[in-house]
């Protein structure tokens, strides 16, 4: 697994999927990089180069854990293009790792090709998700057997009293359909490095007057993908996030939760590849 120097020398490591026109893609949680995978076959489109975040998969845990934060990341993907020897990159993120593009499109904007944000996460540009516009998403998956002690979980959570229990009873609200795939899934995708997990948001890690202003200016094409069942990127969440961009297509993709290239990986790469090809022809 190739390897390249962190600014503060952290040794960081990357994996490469696929051939043509490289899109570096940044996960989520900060979670070890494999649970990505190669997007669903999006890796037939495009070169999918995929960096383990600092402190995750076969990346170096840093002697600075305050470089774990949201912000400090971003040096670590401008790095990864100086080593890539790319004058602009393409960028994928997933979850929370589409706060780390966003700050960097804010701070690199020359440096920008085009952004996919999947199931994004919001904090970068201060965007909250209220607890009615979750219950509202949750109710509608009511007839499913695992809801009502899913549903009373997302309760607690709401009003603040939910245990690691509860957390994991909500799962299956993260998923268009909760079965074997989805579960192994879960299961594999947990953050094993709880540091890099509970620093990632610290404070001063995110700037949302600052965002919003850089992305009032972004000139680039953004694509934002929700999923339709997602409770952790509701798609009315996604589409006001989409608002901040003057050139964003929003795409809301049925059945999907919050990892739709599981959910629907032949759906999820015709949305993405059709959006990169149109550009790039």
Excluded: K
């Excluded at 040794?11 to 949680?29: I, K, N, W």
């Excluded at 009003?159 to 192994?184: C, H, I, L, M, N």
């Amino acid at each position: 697994m190739p390897t390249y120097s962190a600014p503060d020398g952290t040794q960081l490591a990357y994996r490469s999927t696929g051939d043509g026109e490289p899109l570096v893609c940044v996960p989520g949680g900060p979670a070890d990089s494999t649970y990505l995978g190669d997007l669903g076959g999006l890796s037939a489109h495009r070169r999918l180069v995929v960096p383990d975040l600092r402190g995750t998969g076969r990346s170096a845990v840093p002697d600075d854990p305050a470089s774990y934060r949201c912000d400090r990341l971003v040096d670590d993907i401008e790095a990864l293009r100086a080593h890539l020897g790319l004058p602009r990159i393409d960028l994928l993120g997933h979850s929370a790792g589409a706060n780390v593009v966003t700050q960097y499109a804010v701070r690199h904007p020359e440096r920008i090709g085009r952004l996919v944000l999947i199931t994004p996460g919001t904090r970068a540009v201060g965007i909250e998700t209220d607890g009615e516009t979750r219950r509202a998403l949750a109710r509608l998956r009511e007839r499913e057997p695992w809801f009502p002690s899913a549903y009373a979980a997302l309760e607690a959570i709401t009003a603040g009293t939910g245990t690691d229990s509860d957390w994991e009873a909500v799962s299956p609200f993260f998923w268009g359909r909760w079965d074997a795939v989805a579960r192994r899934h879960q299961a594999a995708g947990r953050p094993d490095n709880q540091e890099a997990v509970a620093l990632f948001g610290a404070e001063g890690a995110f700037d949302p007057p600052a965002a919003r202003a850089g992305l009032a200016v972004c000139e680039t094409s953004v694509l934002l993908l929700a999923g339709e069942s997602d409770l952790n990127s509701p798609p009315r969440t996604v589409a006001a996030f989409a608002a901040l961009f003057p050139r964003a297509e929003l795409v809301v993709q049925a059945g999907a939760g919050h990892y739709p290239w599981i959910d629907d990986a032949g759906r999820f790469v015709a949305i993405a590849a059709a959006f990169l090809v149109r550009l790039r022809s």
